[in-house]
């Protein structure tokens, strides 16, 4: 596709440890957090921590933000209230301080969740529900909420998962999707919305299992990079074989946590780099 036709694909960069950024680029880091999400995204001097993995993750998640120079968290996003991706903030906010909370406002009252709402309270950060149509400047990178639909659209799905805040990134002609945990219903959604067409970067959904990257969805978001957040040997079979044909299928060039390590994809004077930590 002419839009991204410019961006180069070098893998294995800066081997030897993440550093800070470049100026005048966008990061994004899908960090190794083994069965979880995790993505720091890192533009014009400010930074946004999406999801942050099971708790036991936390201390590796702080050590990786400061490895790339952050001391501050200008926006962290729940993009679903699971375990798996809220567990590590606790850590996160004894470590930097925290401006600006955001979450789906899927109505999800478990324990690790309230756990969560406990320490956002005490970190003293604003809290902001994002639906569809919301649009952010993240240090000069365009934010658009794609996902979860909005009240006047019908509002929230059944299933958590499929009420995932999923965040395209715009930056001059590379585009980022960052989607959580988006299932069937989600994905159809996002798909029939005014926001398809190919992806530089994607985050797949709920870490490669076969109820996501419906083909639909792949058809209308078709991505040079995919990068999948999974744990080694972990018991839901993630990624499925399903999942790694279609993406096949679709010609994306596939990065794995389980077998990459962390992933940092950098951005700058269109030129795409992906740097792994393990091979």
């Not at 639906?131 to 990178?141: T, Y």
């Not at 996501?212 to 978001?221: G, I, N």
């Not at 972990?234 to 993406?247: A, Q, V």
């Amino acid at each position: 596709s002419p839009a991204c036709a410019e961006l180069e694909l070098l893998t294995g960069g800066s081997r030897g440890g993440p550093g800070p950024p470049p100026s005048g680029s966008l990061s994004v880091s899908f960090i190794d957090v083994g069965q979880g999400d995790g993505v720091l995204v890192q533009a014009g001097g400010e930074s946004y921590l999406i999801d942050a993995g099971r708790p036991e993750e936390g201390p590796n998640v702080v050590d990786f933000l400061r490895s790339r120079g952050v001391d501050s968290l200008d926006g962290i996003v729940v993009s679903n209230p699971d375990a798996d991706h809220i567990g590590g903030f606790l850590d996160v906010f004894d470590a930097f301080p925290v401006e600006t909370v955001y979450v789906s406002g899927d109505p999800n009252n478990t324990l690790t969740y309230n756990t969560f709402l406990r320490g956002v309270r005490d970190e003293g950060a604003r809290t902001e529900v994002l639906r569809a149509g919301a649009l952010m400047d993240w240090g000069g990178v365009r934010a658009d909420v794609i996902a979860p639909p909005t009240d006047a659209e019908g509002g929230l799905f059944s299933e958590i998962n499929d009420n995932s805040v999923a965040i395209l990134l715009t930056y001059g002609t590379a585009r980022i999707l960052l989607a959580g945990d988006a299932e069937a219903n989600e994905e159809e959604y996002m798909a029939n919305g005014p926001y398809t067409g190919p992806l530089t970067i994607l985050k797949v959904t709920h870490h490669g299992s076969n109820t996501s990257s419906t083909p639909l969805f792949l058809s209308r978001f078709p991505p040079r990079v995919a990068v999948i957040q999974c744990g080694a040997d972990n018991p839901y079979g993630h990624p499925t074989p399903e999942t790694l044909d279609r993406l096949q299928r679709v010609g994306a060039k596939v990065f794995r946590n389980d077998e990459d390590g962390d992933v940092i994809a950098t951005i700058k004077d269109q030129e795409l780099k992906v740097a792994t930590t393990k091979r």
